[in-house]
């Protein structure tokens, strides 16, 4: 009897590891950021989210441009998509703080994201980093008590050298971590020369949203956080590491993954990164 289980105990052993070995690396819910369909979703919100719906899709990051914000979250409700990340311009942040907020509970988001520190002459200057810093503190206080997380959405241009590292590490370390999360886009922390897997490692749970992006191989790059937006390729075709990023970033439970597309190639490139991220493998 022994002789004869001991095949099959084999045989279990060897697909058990066989389907551990196939569970899927990316099993988070699959969202996308709404920039990616800014071409039309100022124009038919409605039509765009039923592609948005199509592609799988059951998260967003953004809005629906003009249009009342109670208004689009009805049509994401009506298509089951939910807004957990919504965007506000800095000086939205700073000057209009309390629309930032109705905007926010309007559409059901619990984060507000922020992409962009102005500054000049594409140069990001300690001064502005500063500036910002007391600015994210005091907006992101006033969010917190709200029931929202500011997250600052790093752009590249931060790898400015400052001190011992540089105006993203001053801007971490800066900030009230009550009060101020972040976004990483990887595409650009790439850009910036930045290692997204080491500062995922480094920040931690600081990090709390993703866009999830690739970048064609070779492009130059440099600290202006600009560059053609044909540089963005579909997942797994361009030069960023994404099986050792996402590893990474479930390992620090980054809490929404949003894939963003600002090329004029969205029709085919992301239902590509959509299929990329479904093959991924442990």
């Known amino acids: 009897m022994k002789k004869r289980l001991l095949p ?6 060897l697909f058990t ?14 969202g996308v950021q709404t920039y990616t369909f ?42 089951g998509i939910s807004i957990p990340s919504t965007g506000a311009d800095y000086n ?4 209009k703080i309390d629309s930032v907020v109705w905007k926010a509970k309007m559409l059901g988001s ?6 962009w520190i102005p500054h000049q002459n594409n140069e990001l ?16 206080k006033i969010l917190k008590a709200n029931g929202l997380t500011l997250c600052y959405h790093a752009h590249g241009y931060e790898f400015q050298p400052y001190e011992d590292g540089t105006l ?37 749970n600081r990090w709390k949203l993703m866009h999830i992006k690739d970048m064609r191989k070779g492009i130059k790059k440099d600290l202006t956080g600009l560059t053609s937006p044909e ?21 620090i439970r980054i809490k929404h993954y949003f894939i963003e597309d600002e090329s004029s190639n969205i029709t085919i490139q992301v239902p590509q990164s959509i299929a990329y991220l479904k093959s991924l493998k442990k």
Do not use: H
């Open 8 to 13: 099959l105990l084999i045989a279990v052993l």
């Open 17 to 30: 590891g066989t389907a551990m070995a196939q569970k899927p690396l990316f099993t988070a819910p699959l």
């Open 38 to 79: 800014r071409r039309s979703i100022g124009t038919d919100p409605a039509k765009v989210l039923d592609t948005i719906k199509m592609m799988g899709f059951t998260e967003i990051e953004g809005g629906g441009g003009r249009m009342l914000p109670q208004d689009f979250k009805k049509l994401c409700d009506e298509r």
């Open 92 to 95: 939205e942040l700073v000057n």
């Open 110 to 115: 619990k984060y507000v994201m922020c992409a």
């Open 125 to 140: 200057t300690f001064e502005n980093a500063k500036k910002a810093v007391e600015d994210f503190n005091r907006a992101g």
């Open 168 to 204: 993203l590490d001053y801007i971490f370390k800066n900030t009230n971590r009550d009060y101020v999360s972040f976004e990483m886009d990887i595409y650009w922390i790439q850009f910036g020369g930045g290692d997204p897997v080491a500062l995922l490692k480094k920040y931690g």
């Open 231 to 251: 540089n963005d390729v579909a997942l797994g075709t361009g030069e960023l590491d994404l099986p050792a990023i996402l590893k990474e970033a479930k390992k």
